[in-house]
Nanobody, 120 residues
Framework: QVQLVESGGGLVQAGGSLRLSCAAS????????MGWYRQAPGKQRDLVAV???????IYGDSVKGRITISRDNANNTVYLQMNSLKPEDTAVYYC??????????????WGQGTQVTVSS
């Protein structure tokens, strides 16, 4: 059994910062790419950022220059540092990870989501 647990969401004023964390636990052999997605009410889930096991990153166009993804491979954790937040960044943020699990092989797991609300 593998779990992804997010933390760090909350309410922040426009221009402020938040740091999200997502820790993977369970029967993990290794983790490939880890990422963050977000979903605003009535909208589809969109890519925020992805980071490979080697540290290469990809960012969604709407967050480039304001958000940084990083990971701690030793602790199976991915972070999302969000600066200069805007009201349009308001959404539920989900982390995911491609994880090699004993017996099951490579599987994609999602966290439960954490709410980020940016007030104007």
């Amino acid at each position: 059994q593998v779990q992804l647990v997010e933390s760090g969401g909350g309410l922040v004023q426009a221009g402020g910062s938040l740091r999200l964390s997502c820790a993977a636990s369970g029967s993990i052999r290794s983790i490939n790419a880890m990422g963050w997605y977000r979903q605003a009410p009535g909208k589809q889930r969109d890519l925020v950022a992805v980071i490979t096991s080697g540290g290469s990153t990809i960012y969604g166009d709407s967050v480039k220059g304001r958000i940084t993804i990083s990971r701690d491979n030793a602790n199976n954790t991915v972070y999302l540092q969000m600066n200069s937040l805007k009201p349009e960044d308001t959404a539920v943020y989900y982390c995911n990870a491609n994880i090699w699990v004993a017996v099951l092989g490579l599987k994609l797991y999602w966290g439960q989501g954490t709410q980020v609300t940016v007030s104007s």
